[in-house]
C-alpha cells in the first residue's frame, strides 16, 4: 500500500487565479495520477504524471490549464490556472505503487477547491 | 462514453441484509476490476479486486462475482452495517502504454437500523 498526503486539503480561491496542489507519497511509485471529482459524482482522470516524461491528458483537459509536474518518485503538483466557478471540485492524486503487480491504485484524501 | 456501468445509483439495505452493486463493462481489454468505498470527504478506499480469470473473491463480508461472458461483475455485502454506509465505486484498469483505471458512476448505501 502507500499512504498518500496532499496540500491544502481545501482552498477558496478567486475566479482568474491558480492554485497548486501538493501531493506526497510515502514510498516510490511508478505512476501518479489527478482526478476531478464534481460533489455526488463518479472521478473523472485529468492526467497520468510519470516520472522523467511530459504527463499525459485525458480528453478535455489541456495542459495550459491543469499543468503538472513530477519531478521525483514520491511527489507531484497540479495546478488549476485561471480558475472560474466552475472548477470548483474534488481534486484528488492516485498512485500505482512500483511494481505492485495487481494494479491496486490508492488515492489521498482529496483537495476541495472552491473558486467566487 | 461510458464504458463502465453501474447500478443501482442508490441502494437502501436493512442491517444485517446483503446489499448487491452491479457494474458492466464494454472493453473486452480490462483486465482488473477493483471495488472502491468512499466516505464523506475522504479519498475512494480499495475495498477488494479481482482479475478476469477468477470468478469469484471473497474477502471478509464482501465478495466479487465476474462473468467474464456477460461482461459483468458485482459486489456482495454480507451482513450489511451501518458502517458500512458509503459510496461504492466499481473501476476497470486497462494496462499498456495508456495505462489507466475508468470508474462505474457510484452508488450511495445506505444501511439502517
Known amino acids: 500500500s502507500a499512504v498518500i498526503s496532499q496540500k491544502p486539503s481545501r482552498d477558496i480561491c478567486q475566479r482568474g487565479t491558480s492554485l497548486t496542489i501538493q501531493c506526497q507519497v510515502d514510498?516510490?511509485?511508478?505512476?501518479m495520477f489527478w482526478y476531478r471529482q464534481q460533489p455526488g459524482q463518479s472521478l473523472t482522470l485529468i492526467a497520468t504524471a510519470n516520472q522523467g516524461s511530459e504527463a499525459t491528458y485525458e480528453s478535455g483537459f489541456v495542459i495550459d490549464k491543469f499543468p503538472i509536474s513530477r519531478p521525483n518518485l514520491t511527489f507531484s503538483t497540479l495546478t488549476v490556472s485561471n480558475m472560474s466557478p466552475e472548477d470548483s471540485s474534488i481534486y484528488l492524486c492516485s498512485v500505482l505503487p512500483s511494481g505492485s503487480g495487481q494494479y491496486e491504485q490508492y488515492f489521498g484524501p482529496g483537495t476541495r477547491l472552491t473558486v467566487t | 462514453q461510458q464504458q463502465v456501468k453501474q447500478s443501482p445509483q442508490s441502494l437502501i439495505v436493512q442491517k444485517g441484509g446483503i446489499s448487491i452493486i452491479n457494474c458492466a463493462y464494454e472493453n473486452t481489454a480490462f483486465d482488473y476490476f477493483p471495488w472502491y468505498q468512499q466516505f464523506p470527504g475522504k479519498g475512494p478506499a480499495l475495498l477488494i479486486a479481482?482479475?478476469?480469470?477468477?470468478s469469484e473473491k471473497k474477502e471478509g463480508r464482501f465478495t466479487i462475482s465476474f462473468n467474464k461472458s456477460a461482461k459483468q461483475f458485482s459486489l456482495h455485502i454480507m451482513d450489511s452495517q451501518p458502517g458500512d454506509s458509503a459510496t461504492y465505486f466499481c473501476?476497470?484498469?486497462?494496462?499498456?502504454?495508456?495505462?489507466?483505471?475508468?470508474f462505474g458512476t457510484g452508488t450511495r448505501l445506505q444501511v439502517t437500523l
Open positions: 514510498s516510490q511509485v511508478t505512476m
Open positions: 479481482i482479475r478476469p480469470d477468477v
Open positions: 473501476a476497470a484498469w486497462i494496462s499498456g502504454t495508456a495505462s489507466k483505471l475508468t
